[in-house]
């Protein structure tokens, strides 16, 4: 199983980001996909999840109605379209898949927020 963020950067405040997760090595399509996220110090909360042919989406009330999570399953990539962006979304933004019970983990992709 191998995760890879990227679209991460540097963006002002009320600003738009989408991060991208390229999936590879298991059937895709067939499991929800999550977006994390976490700072110095703190532990990793879960944004946004989506379910396998992403009839179902949920998220953190602290995004809830300035992010979404998308998938396209013929390229086995899921997306966070950030919008409305505030420097307290300034964190490292990781993908997950829970895999025949293990969890797998992406690098992770830094979003800094700031004028």
């Known amino acids: 199983v191998q995760l890879v963020e990227s679209g991460g950067g540097l963006v002002q405040p009320g600003g738009s980001l989408r991060l991208s997760c390229a999936a590879s090595g298991f059937t895709f399509s067939s499991y929800a996909m999550n977006w994390y996220r976490q700072t110095a110090g703190k532990e990793r909360e879960l944004v946004a999840t989506?379910?396998?042919?992403?009839?179902?989406?949920n998220y953190a009330d602290s995004v809830k109605g300035r992010f979404t999570i998308s998938r396209d399953n013929a390229k086995n990539t899921v997306y966070l379209q950030m919008n409305s962006l505030k420097p307290e979304d300034t964190a490292v933004y990781y993908c997950k898949v829970k895999n025949w019970g293990r969890d797998y983990w992406g690098q992770g992709t830094q979003v800094t927020v700031s004028s």
């Open positions: 989506i379910t396998s042919a992403g009839g179902s989406r």
